[in-house]
Structure formats: C-alpha cells, structure tokens
C-alpha cells in the first residue's frame, strides 16, 4: 500500500451527515473504521453501526419483508442505492435513485472451499465530483456502462501451509480469520489497497 496518513479530525464535519457520508474521502488520506454488530432476539434483525472510534457514522438494519439485495449480501450481484425511487416509480429526472456501486461475486472453481472472487463498480470522482448515475431501465446501470466508473477486485489471498489457509496481510488490524476478510484494490495495482476489512472479535469488524 502507497504511504498514506490517517485522516485529520478536521476533515470529519459531521454536521451534515449526509452530505459527509456521500463524498468521496480526501486523496491520499486512511479512514480507520469499525462495524459493530449487536445482535437481538426473538428472530430479530440484527442492527449495523459503522465507528469511527467511539463516534457513531451510519447505522444500518435489514428492512422487514424486504426481498431484494438491497441490504442482504446473499446473492451473485447487488447493487447500492441512495434514497431516491426506481425507474419504474418515478415522475421526474430528479426523483430517479442513484446507483452508488455495484459488487459481482463469481464462484471460486473450489467452490465453498476456496476464496470467492468479487469485482466492484464505483462511480468515478473527477476534481472531487462523483459521478452521478441514475439508471431509466434496467440496462443504462454500472454494469452496462463502458466509462463514468472505477474498477476494483479482491486481492487473492495465498495459501499458508503454516495456518493450512488461505491468508491475506491486514498489518495487524485483523485479529481473527474469517470468509468474510478482504482487500479492495485496483486491477492495476494490486499493492495499492483502496479498503479493507476484516474479523477483530465476534461482533466487530474493521
């Protein structure tokens, strides 16, 4: 990964939430975070924080009778949306959703065994601006799209006859093994890590 420092404090302006959470980070600068899972009972969903220390950033639970991806990272491909309405509810330009990424899975030829490949689509950011991307069908979407996005993959892992698994180099901010552990990086670069994360405790990921 290039030499990159921690973001300063200044830069989290959290006054408007939202508008801090939908722009892009400062160039060259790491965002340590955490998710916190808590749990509930009585077949409950469970609830999502994303920390910035002790700072709560987002939150996020599973809609009930919610059938699609939106949330669920179950199926082959899903997609991320903003707050707006599908092509299909809309009145007007400025009601329509905008696609904010999109993450393919493609099944390992060891199957459950071996580590799952995953390409991500994000909207490309030019001079700070992130390109806006609002679909009128389903297919004007990232992944029909030839340009206006970025492109990343899952760093493979190797395998270690040491631990008899497949292993990733987290520098020390990943404390337990887990399927779920990944590094995000540019297919030009894969010693350029753009995110990653990975298992600290039973409840808790960074």
Not at 9 to 37: E, G, H
Not at 139 to 166: C, H, I, V
Not at 195 to 202: A, E, I, S
Request: aromatic share 12%; net charge positive; glycine share 6%.
């Amino acid at each position: 990964m290039p030499e990159s420092i921690l973001m300063p404090s200044q830069y989290f302006d959290t006054v408007d939430m939202k508008t801090f959470m939908m722009s892009p980070a400062p160039k060259n600068y790491l965002i340590q975070c955490s998710i916190k899972r808590e749990k509930t009972t009585f077949g409950f969903f469970s609830k999502y924080y994303l920390m910035h220390g002790s700072r709560i950033l987002m939150a996020g639970k599973k809609q009930a009778g919610n059938r699609t991806s939106t949330y669920a990272i179950a199926k082959t491909e899903f997609n991320i949306w903003d707050h707006g309405l599908k092509h299909t509810k809309a009145k007007t330009p400025d009601q329509l959703r905008q696609q904010l990424g999109v993450v393919v899975y493609e099944q390992n030829f060891l199957g459950s065994k071996g580590p799952r490949k995953m390409h991500v689509r994000l909207p490309e950011v030019t001079n700070g601006e992130i390109n806006v991307i609002k679909p009128t069908s389903k297919k004007d979407g990232m992944l029909d799209m030839k340009t206006g996005f970025k492109e990343y993959y899952n760093k493979p892992p190797r395998w270690s006859e040491q631990y008899s698994a497949f292993v990733l180099n987290f520098n020390g901010r990943v404390e337990m093994p887990s399927v779920k552990n990944f590094q995000l990086v540019h297919e030009s670069n894969e010693d350029y890590i753009v995110l990653q994360f990975g298992r600290v405790n039973k409840d808790t990921f960074t």
